[in-house]
C-alpha cells in the first residue's frame, strides 16, 4: 500500500501489486500479536509519534476509523519522513485486541519485532 497526500493534505491509499488492504491488516495484526508476545510494542498515537520521532518503530499500525481523523493524520508522513512501513486497519478495536489490551487503540508500534521480525520484513517489500 502506497500512502499519499493530496492537495488538500487528505490521505490517499493506493493498493500496489497483489497486495489487498484485507491481506495487510491480517499481516499487521499476526505482527502485532507476535510482538506482543516475543518482543515489545507501544499502543496509543502519542507513544507511537515518539517512538517514530526517535526512529526506534519497526512498523506502525494505524486504525482508519478514528475520529476526528487528524488525530492520527499525521502518523504516515512521520513514518515515510522516517523510511518505516505504516500500514492502515479498518478497525480500532481489532487493533487494540491485536494489542492485548480490552479497549480500541488508535496506532500501535512494534519497537523490538521479536519473532514478528520476519512478517514486518515481507511487508516491506
Request: glycine letters at 8%; hydrophobic letters at 40%.
Amino acid at each position: 500500500m502506497r500512502v499519499t497526500f493530496n492537495s488538500s493534505y487528505q490521505l490517499k491509499y493506493e493498493i500496489i501489486g497483489e497486495k489487498t488492504m484485507a491481506e495487510e491488516s491480517e499481516k499487521a495484526y499476526e505482527a502485532i500479536e507476535l510482538a506482543r508476545t516475543t518482543g515489545k510494542i507501544k499502543k496509543g498515537t502519542n507513544e507511537v509519534t515518539k517512538q517514530i520521532e526517535r526512529g526506534n518503530a519497526k512498523l506502525v499500525v494505524v486504525a482508519k476509523d478514528i475520529t476526528p481523523p487528524e488525530v492520527v493524520m499525521h502518523l504516515p508522513l512521520l513514518c515515510k519522513e522516517k523510511g518505516i512501513p505504516c500500514v492502515e486497519v479498518p478497525s480500532k478495536e481489532e487493533l487494540g485486541a491485536a494489542a492485548g489490551i480490552q479497549v480500541g487503540t488508535s496506532a500501535v508500534a512494534v519497537t523490538e519485532p521479536g519473532e514478528a521480525a520476519s512478517v514486518i520484513k515481507t511487508m516491506k517489500e
